[in-house]
């Protein structure tokens, strides 16, 4: 069946980096577009980052530009998020997300979900 399984996640200071990673099965993972979203407590999913399912093209949210990397290998199955100088306001669960035919920001276009992974950030 298809999985998507996030790790990575952990408590880490402000100032600090991390590095998230989506181990994908279940599905022809080359031909998915991928994303992060984030959900902090009390709050609505956000868009993060995507990248096209080839990895040509990504997508980023204002608040991160600069910050987050966005990368995948499709050899491996593997969806990555490299996130450094984190902020108090970067606390949240993050979860990655399939789509066969969108590269979007918008979470009800997403065919396939992880669990999540939470990212504390203490200042």
């Known amino acids: 069946q298809v999985q998507l399984v996030e790790s990575g996640g952990g408590l880490v200071q402000a100032g600090g980096s991390l590095r998230l990673s989506c181990a994908a099965s279940?599905?022809?993972?080359?031909?998915?577009?991928l994303t992060w979203f984030r959900q902090a407590s009390g709050k609505g999913r956000e868009f993060v980052a995507a990248?096209?399912?080839?990895?040509?093209?990504?997508l980023y949210t204002d608040s991160v530009k600069g910050r987050f990397t966005i990368s995948r290998d499709n050899a491996k199955n593997t969806l990555s998020l490299e996130i450094s100088s984190l902020k108090a306001e970067d606390t949240a669960v993050y979860y990655c997300?399939?789509?066969?035919?969108?590269?979007?920001?918008?979470?009800?276009?997403?065919?396939?979900w992880g669990q999540g992974t939470q990212v504390p950030v203490s200042s």
């Open positions: 997300a399939a789509s066969r035919l969108y590269l979007s920001r918008d979470p009800t276009r997403y065919n396939y």
């Open positions: 279940g599905f022809t993972f080359s031909t998915y577009h």
């Open positions: 990248i096209s399912s080839g990895g040509g093209t990504t």
